[in-house]
């Protein structure tokens, strides 16, 4: 069971970043998938989710109106597609599955930005 996350980098404010999250070893049609992420010094802290089948989803405030997440669940993939990029939404992005109280975690995707 693994999840791998990728798509990070170094960009500009303003910019868009779109980070996936890949399933291996596991279906992930009947999880809720979703995104945190740490910034150096910080908590953890969510960024959004995405319930089982793609009709429902969740941000945090800070995010709202420019992040969005979906999934294909034939890709057995979660995307987080990043747009108006701030300073503040540097930090390292984490995906996790969730269901029934099992939690899986990605190793993480540095997202730096930068003027």
């Known amino acids: 069971v693994q999840l791998q996350a990728s798509g990070g980098g170094l960009v500009h404010p303003g910019d868009s970043l779109r980070l996936s999250c890949a399933a291996s070893g596991f279906t992930l049609d009947y999880y809720d998938m979703g995104w945190f992420r740490q910034a150096p010094g910080k908590e953890r802290e969510g960024v959004g989710r995405?319930?089982?089948?793609?009709?429902?989803?969740n941000y945090a405030d800070s995010v709202k109106g420019r992040f969005t997440i979906s999934r294909d669940n034939g890709l057995s993939t979660v995307y987080l597609q990043m747009n108006s990029l701030k300073f503040e939404d540097t930090a390292v992005y984490y995906c996790?599955?969730?269901?029934?109280?099992?939690?899986?975690w990605g190793q993480g995707t540095q997202v730096t930005v930068s003027s």
């Open positions: 995405i319930d089982s089948n793609g009709g429902s989803t």
């Open positions: 996790y599955a969730y269901l029934r109280g099992n939690v899986y």
